[in-house]
């Protein structure tokens, strides 16, 4: 019975050191993976979120003021056309009204002797 003990209590001796060394491993794979990803997100070069929100209130109070000054335009960029492209065809039948040569004509009488 005395060595039933023993060989239970030296189980648990071991099962409890593997599971403080299993934490162990835990917490230097994530203190590892942490430092990891800082590293990575201080390479992106990143904007914090106050110096976003910043920069964007200055952005619009300068479009407000620039639409103030400046005046509105008549005309939308929506509704300018570009103009049409002429083809090839419409080309060749432009210059060939401008040339309006006679073409030549053709005898097709035959000499008799």
């Given at each position: 019975m005395k060595q039933n003990k ?13 599971f403080s060394s299993a934490a162990g ?89």
């Amino acid at each position: 019975m005395k060595q039933n003990k023993r060989i239970l209590q030296d189980i648990s001796k071991i099962a409890s050191s593997a599971f403080s060394s299993a934490a162990g491993v835990k917490r230097d794979i994530t203190s590892y993976i942490h430092s990891q990803m800082e590293e990575f997100l201080r390479g992106m070069n990143f904007v914090r979120r106050e110096e976003f929100e910043a920069l964007h209130k200055l952005a619009l109070d300068n479009k407000k003021r620039l639409d103030e000054i400046s005046p509105k335009p008549a005309v939308k960029v929506k509704d300018v056309v570009a103009p049409k492209k002429k083809s090839v065809a419409t080309k060749e039948v432009a210059a060939a009204k401008v040339s309006k040569k006679p073409s030549p004509v053709k005898n097709n009488k035959t000499s008799t002797r």
